[in-house]
């Protein structure tokens, strides 16, 4: 009888061939305010194992050899009137280039912020940005302001004058709902002390976001103002989204989004970034808040759910692998792969490589849900030797701490995966 739990192509010489005597450095970061450094992440250096950096077969192209043609074929499609979505999303899957601004916007369009008619661009920012500031004028008032606004409505319509003209109103005239001390369900006053318990967790999950880089951590004054733009995102979507509210890990997936925003050379843009980064994290985030949220664990959509289709997918393309990680060593995908889901890979690789892996995830047409376990997937085979040379012990330290390796290989990977599903 065959043996079918490891696939031809499993064996073939890409597995095997040594590592090129260089590997390239990552590109260079967009426009950065302050140099990003990977001082936590100094372990994961350049420099890639012969299992991790296996070169291709004859005749096939790395997405890194493809910057030249990917990025004069990005402008070619973004400078057409009517975007060509399905041409974008193929060059977006081989990796984005980081010439100025052409993420920030390719990013925009993947995530339908941008229409595909460049005539309705200006219209549709202004739109959404005045509802962005709607929302924060209406939701990140303390309710002592909504109070006085109310209490100066009543003042007006009645003509009235309060004592010294300041609009206040005696004890007794303070609505029952509007008195600090109300527990009534619509009072603001009782809801205001029902977020703060959530605004003190953004206010700390921010301040602990990628403590590496000057962009997101520090006193300076830049800083200080990027952290408080992803508080107030957070805030207003866990206001918006009663469901769902907030739950850690969410700062780490608008991270990458602000940041590409934020450093557009197009002053437009980084003045607007806080609200053009809401909607693209309210678009991405609806795709994935199952992910988030906890009632729908051991549902169809939940995350347990999620990570035994990745193991499933293991299964298919590498099933002695599979076989030793669940059934010979018992390492539990959900030690591993509950934050790689989740997260969307951010916390596994430096930030350079995370905008890369995105480009991939973003490109794809039904949601990054698909592309992302293929990744997952293809971050095992890569280090299948290890593994199946491991114990438990040894393999989920591996997993949950994932070696440095070439990420342009790694998605290479990812998409032959895809390809031998379809066969």
Same mark, same amino acid.
Not at 13 to 36: D, K, Y
Not at 394 to 414: D, M
């Given at each position: 009888?065959?043996?079918?739990?490891?696939? %031809?192509?499993?064996?073939?010489?890409?597995?095997?061939?040594?590592?090129?005597?260089?590997?390239?450095?990552?590109?260079?970061?967009?426009?950065?305010?302050?140099?990003?450094?990977?001082?936590?992440?100094?372990? !994961?250096?350049?420099?890639?194992?012969?299992?991790?950096?296996?070169?291709?077969?004859?005749?096939?192209?790395?997405?890194?050899?493809?910057?030249?043609?990917?990025?004069?074929?990005?402008?070619?499609?973004?400078?057409?009137?009517?975007?060509?979505?399905?041409?974008?999303?193929?060059?977006?899957?081989?990796?984005?280039?980081?010439?100025?601004?052409?993420?920030?916007?390719?990013?925009?369009?993947?995530?339908?912020?941008?229409?595909?008619? !460049?005539?309705?661009?200006?219209?549709?920012?202004?739109?959404?940005?005045?509802?962005?500031?709607?929302?924060?004028?209406?939701?990140?008032?303390?309710?002592?302001?909504?109070?006085?606004?109310?209490?100066?409505?009543?003042?007006?319509?009645?003509?009235?004058?309060?004592?010294?003209?300041?609009?206040?109103?005696?004890?007794?005239?303070?609505?029952?709902?509007?008195?600090?001390?109300?527990?009534?369900?619509?009072?603001?006053?009782?809801?205001?002390?029902?977020?703060?318990?959530?605004?003190?967790?953004?206010?700390?999950?921010?301040?602990?976001?990628?403590?590496?880089?000057?962009?997101?951590?520090?006193?300076?004054?830049?800083?200080?103002?990027?952290?408080?733009?992803?508080?107030?995102?957070?805030?207003?979507?866990? !206001?918006?989204?009663?469901?769902?509210?907030?739950?850690?890990?969410?700062?780490?997936? #608008?991270?990458?989004?602000?940041?590409?925003?934020?450093?557009?050379?197009?002053?437009?843009?980084?003045?607007?970034?806080?609200? %053009?980064?809401?909607?693209?994290?309210?678009?991405?985030?609806?795709?994935?808040?199952?992910?988030?949220?906890?009632? #729908?664990?051991?549902?169809?959509?939940?995350?347990?759910?999620?990570?035994?289709?990745?193991?499933?997918?293991?299964?298919?393309?590498?099933?002695?692998?599979?076989?030793?990680?669940?059934?010979?060593?018992?390492?539990?995908?959900?030690?591993?792969?509950?934050?790689?889901?989740?997260?969307?890979?951010?916390?596994?690789?430096?930030?350079?490589?995370?905008?890369?892996?995105?480009?991939?995830?973003?490109?794809?047409?039904?949601?990054?849900?698909?592309?992302?376990?293929?990744?997952?997937?293809?971050?095992?085979?890569?280090?299948?030797?290890?593994?199946?040379?491991?114990?438990?012990?040894?393999?989920?330290? #591996?997993?949950?701490?994932?070696?440095?390796?070439?990420?342009?290989?790694? #998605?290479?990977?990812?998409?032959?995966?895809?390809?031998?599903?379809?066969?």
């Amino acid at each position: 009888m065959v043996n079918k739990r490891v696939p %031809d192509w499993l064996n073939s010489s890409m597995w095997q061939s040594p590592p090129p005597a260089t590997t390239a450095p990552p590109p260079p970061l967009i426009r950065p305010p302050s140099p990003p450094s990977y001082e936590d992440r100094s372990s !994961k250096s350049n420099s890639v194992s012969s299992e991790n950096e296996a070169s291709e077969p004859a005749g096939s192209v790395r997405p890194e050899e493809k910057t030249g043609p990917v990025q004069k074929n990005g402008r070619c499609v973004l400078s057409k009137k009517i975007i060509n979505m399905g041409e974008l999303q193929r060059l977006a899957s081989l990796g984005i280039p980081d010439a100025p601004g052409i993420r920030s916007t390719v990013w925009k369009l993947l995530l339908a912020y941008l229409p595909r008619d !460049k005539a309705l661009w200006s219209s549709e920012l202004v739109k959404k940005r005045s509802q962005y500031k709607n929302f924060k004028d209406d939701l990140l008032k303390n309710p002592s302001e909504v109070t006085r606004e109310m209490e100066e409505s009543t003042s007006s319509q009645n003509g009235d004058q309060t004592r010294e003209g300041k609009g206040l109103l005696s004890r007794s005239e303070i609505p029952v709902d509007e008195h600090p001390l109300s527990l009534g369900k619509t009072s603001v006053w009782n809801q205001f002390f029902q977020d703060t318990e959530i605004i003190e967790q953004i206010d700390r999950d921010v301040k602990r976001t990628h403590p590496d880089m000057h962009f997101f951590s520090g006193d300076s004054a830049s800083a200080k103002a990027n952290q408080d733009a992803l508080k107030n995102i957070l805030i207003i979507y866990a !206001k918006l989204n009663p469901g769902i509210r907030y739950v850690q890990g969410m700062n780490e997936i #608008l991270a990458p989004l602000y940041y590409v925003f934020k450093n557009d050379p197009n002053e437009d843009f980084v003045v607007n970034a806080e609200a %053009d980064t809401f909607f693209c994290f309210v678009e991405l985030l609806s795709g994935i808040r199952d992910n988030f949220c906890k009632q #729908l664990d051991n549902s169809v959509v939940g995350i347990r759910s999620t990570i035994s289709r990745m193991s499933q997918l293991l299964k298919e393309h590498d099933e002695e692998l599979w076989r030793h990680l669940e059934l010979t060593t018992k390492v539990n995908p959900q030690f591993y792969a509950f934050r790689w889901i989740t997260l969307l890979l951010t916390q596994e690789f430096n930030f350079a490589d995370i905008l890369h892996i995105w480009d991939t995830l973003l490109s794809d047409p039904e949601g990054p849900q698909e592309t992302l376990l293929r990744v997952c997937c293809a971050m095992l085979i890569l280090v299948r030797r290890r593994l199946l040379a491991g114990d438990f012990t040894a393999n989920l330290k #591996l997993l949950q701490s994932y070696p440095s390796t070439n990420i342009g290989h790694l #998605l290479y990977v990812a998409n032959k995966l895809r390809s031998h599903s379809h066969s």
